[in-house]
């Protein structure tokens, strides 16, 4: 079952994040809190939204992954589209449907919205998320390189607008 998060969710959430980054090779770059997730997803006017992939066991129903994303903009289209910013299924739930059941509910809510797309970035290396998503009719966007500012860059680039702006 797919159903949007709630707050009670958050704690589990931030455990999924992690077991993420471990999977992608950044165990230690995890700075995100429960209460920083909680802020974003349940504010007055959220900016980042969260779906949660269940399945039934011995034990009762648990958390088998999850979907976060938010709202970019297409200039081009003139149109929102979602950003998949995570999808994670925790490996022991992987073969179930979770992944393709979240995504197929990300482009139910883009369609019903009225959104252009929904779009998301893979690691070059994984493979599997590669064929998973091409399985699905998605197509990488190889002409396109991710760029990003953090840190320290962030702030001193930052602060050199703000000084060239009088600010």
Request: proline share 4%; hydrophobic share 45%; net charge negative.
């Amino acid at each position: 079952m797919i159903r949007p998060a709630r707050p009670q969710d958050v704690e589990t959430v931030v455990e999924l994040i992690k077991e993420l980054a471990a999977y992608e090779r950044e165990p230690d770059a995890v700075r995100a809190t429960s209460s920083d997730l909680h802020a974003a997803l349940f504010c007055d006017n959220p900016a980042l939204f969260g779906l949660i992939a269940e399945q039934e066991t011995a034990g009762g129903v648990v958390i088998a992954g999850f979907a976060l994303w938010f709202l970019n903009f297409s200039t081009w289209l003139g149109k929102h589209g979602i950003y998949l910013e995570d999808l994670y299924v925790r490996p022991q739930f992987r073969g179930h449907g979770h992944g393709r059941e979240l995504l197929s509910e990300l482009a139910r809510v883009a369609v019903e919205r009225g959104y252009g797309r929904v779009e998301w970035s893979v690691l070059d290396w994984n493979t599997d998320a590669h064929a998973f998503y091409r399985s699905i009719g998605a197509e990488p966007m190889d002409e396109w390189t991710v760029w990003r500012l953090t840190g320290a860059k962030l702030a001193r680039v930052g602060s050199r607008v703000v000084s060239e702006n009088g600010g």
